[in-house]
């Protein structure tokens, strides 16, 4: 009898949206050599990982993960049933920088890669497959990979890697330094996923803002990207996920307020308010220059939504700059907020700083931010009821329709709840509406940070 060989496979992501982008072009390479995909890991012939070893808590879900599916390699059913055990495969940020303690710890992993690999990956996985033998890797082109759309909305990579220096962070050692994406590509990979139908285009990079500075290429940057992508045809949004603060110059606020296919939300990850701090963080600005730049980004683009994220708890905080914090959370009330309990990580300069906070500690401060935030974010929402939006279609579940507005980013904000039923007079059931549809909502209902609505036609 023939030993079956290693053709399906299933692919689990960990992590931050680039994880997702660097996911999806690894699976549409996987598919461009003639592998399959499947949902249910007890189906697949490899089991391939994609970890996160941003934070202690994102190393312990990518650890989790990876244990839950070594068990499917060395359950004794599963085993009896196949001719060829289960190969059990791990890539990204974790195995980057404990690639060792990881094939100590978890021997049934096969086999380990760091980020970039994507070549060595598929080669491995080529040589487990009876798939026929191409030569060299084949990648799929962007405009085949748009084909391959389920989604409202994609993410774009614009740039990989960072050369911030902050103090808590370890991108810089694991993905490198800044490299921005050609332009040509970007324009390329968005115009094949409007034309398959996605109607949410989110650029994304560790500092979006530092875009083109790499480049020999004064023309290059963020304001000049934007204004080729929205020249681009199409019924479509573009979002803007993570710009560093000191990098926000009125030429690209100016282009963000100009133009309606820029959605008017901005993520600008402050991570604290108080000057000592943020110098410890290695963080550049001030609490004075944020407060003028985020008066300045709402005079010029009116109605803009404001997104941030703070680290609590970092080496040294005083409860009277973590109060302090509190007061400028009151004073800017920003529409979206996150924040994470900082936790160690090996090898930055803030593990060695003195001051550490106790896990109680930074429970309570995190709890007591969060529970502002999310009246602030309440009250916010109650000031929207009655009014009208244009809304996209991420979800529908029966006579439920899951949407967002310009103010709600993918898997991290609220979102438009839309019933059907309680739109019946106003919604025929000849209409049809589909995933990834622009509607145009009232919004009846506010949450602390979702949303009710109903559709106008």
């Known amino acids: 009898m023939s030993v079956k060989r290693l053709n399906s496979i299933y692919l689990t992501t960990l992590g931050c949206p ?74 990204g940020c974790l195995s980057q920088r404990y690639s060792n303690a990881l094939t100590k710890e978890i021997p049934e992993i096969d086999a380990l890669w760091g980020v970039g690999q994507d070549n060595e990956i598929i080669s491995y996985c080529r040589s487990l497959s009876d798939l026929q033998e191409t030569g060299e890797v084949r990648h799929l082109s962007h405009l085949e990979i748009s084909t391959m759309n389920d989604q409202s909305f994609k993410y774009i990579k614009i740039a990989e890697g960072c050369d911030k220096k902050c103090t808590f962070c370890t991108i810089p050692s694991i993905r490198g330094r800044f490299k921005s994406v050609p332009k040509d590509v970007i324009l390329k990979e968005a115009e094949g996923f409007i034309k398959s139908g996605v109607k949410e285009l989110i650029l994304i990079a560790q500092d979006i803002t530092d875009y083109g500075r790499d480049l020999r290429d004064e023309d290059v940057n963020l304001a000049n990207l934007l204004g080729s992508l929205t020249s681009l045809e199409g019924d479509f949004w573009i979002r803007l996920l993570y710009l560093y603060p000191t990098s926000i110059n009125d030429e690209l606020l100016d282009v963000i307020a100009a133009n309606d296919k820029i959605c008017k939300y901005l993520d600008i990850p402050l991570q604290h308010s108080e000057d000592r701090l943020l110098r410890q963080m290695g963080r550049r600005g001030t609490k004075k220059e944020y407060i003028k730049l985020l008066r300045n980004i709402r005079r010029r683009i009116p109605g803009v939504a404001l997104r941030t994220t703070f680290i609590i708890g970092f080496p040294s905080e005083t409860e009277e700059e973590f109060q302090s914090l509190l007061d400028f959370l009151e004073e800017i009330r920003f529409e979206r907020l996150g924040a994470f309990k900082y936790s160690k990580e090996e090898g930055t300069p803030a593990e060695k700083m003195k001051g550490h ?101």
């Open 18 to 91: 680039k994880n997702q982008v660097d996911s999806e072009h690894l699976m549409n390479d996987f598919l461009a050599n003639g592998f399959a995909f499947v949902e249910n890991p007890d189906d697949a012939d490899i089991l391939l990982v994609n970890t996160c070893g941003f934070i202690k808590d994102a190393k312990e879900e990518s650890i989790g993960e990876i244990l839950a599916l070594a068990k499917k390699k060395t359950d004794p059913i599963s085993k009896r049933k196949r001719l060829t055990p289960k190969k059990l495969l791990v890539f």
């Open 357 to 457: 906070i106790p896990e109680k500690v930074k429970h309570r401060r995190y709890d007591e931010l969060m529970r502002r935030q999310a009246a602030i974010s309440f009250e916010k929402n109650r000031e929207l009821i009655g009014k009208r939006f244009k809304a996209l279609i991420d979800e529908i579940d029966g006579h439920i329709l899951i949407a967002r507005l310009y103010s709600h980013a993918p898997e991290i904000d609220g979102v438009v709840i839309v019933n059907k039923d309680e739109n019946r007079f106003d919604f025929p059931e000849k209409i049809s509406i589909s995933t990834g549809d622009f509607i145009e909502v009232e919004i009846t209902e506010a949450y602390d940070y979702d949303l009710k609505g109903k559709i106008i036609n």
